[in-house]
């Protein structure tokens, strides 16, 4: 069984930075796309970056192109989001999310089969 344990969310001041981790356990990854989506109240979930395990291919939503980089550790199972210079437009529920997949990450949240509890991440002004 897939788990996803995201962690590293908290309270930063705009412009400020924050690491995100996400551990997955359950299975190998290699064939896998992990992603980073985001759901704000009253707004829907996005994709903020997703990565393919296997190769590292990557893929980010426009608003946080040359801000946000997502990365993996093969040898501890976990991804990261580092997030720079955040905006409160940042501020949101940010989860990691998990599927099969031997193409470019799905932007798609739908596509994507096991998700992490979630963690706050709130931008002030």
């Known amino acids: 069984q897939v788990q996803l344990v995201e962690s590293g969310g908290g309270l930063v001041q705009g412009g400020g930075s924050l690491r995100l981790s996400c551990a997955a356990s359950?299975?190998?990854?290699?064939?896998?796309?992990m992603g980073w989506f985001r759901q704000a109240p009253g707004k829907e979930r996005e994709l903020v970056a997703a990565?393919?395990?296997?190769?590292?291919?990557?893929r980010y939503a426009d608003s946080v192109k040359g801000r946000f980089t997502t990365s993996r550790d093969n040898t501890k199972n976990t991804m990261y989001l580092q997030m720079n210079s955040l905006k409160p437009d940042d501020t949101a529920l940010y989860y990691c999310?998990?599927?099969?997949?031997?193409?470019?990450?799905?932007?798609?949240?739908?596509?994507?089969?096991?998700w992490g509890q979630g963690t706050q991440v709130t931008v002030s002004s």
């Open positions: 990565i393919r395990w296997g190769n590292g291919n990557t």
């Open positions: 999310a998990a599927r099969p997949s031997f193409g470019r990450p799905s932007p798609f949240s739908y596509e994507y089969h096991y």
């Open positions: 359950g299975r190998t990854f290699s064939d896998y796309a």
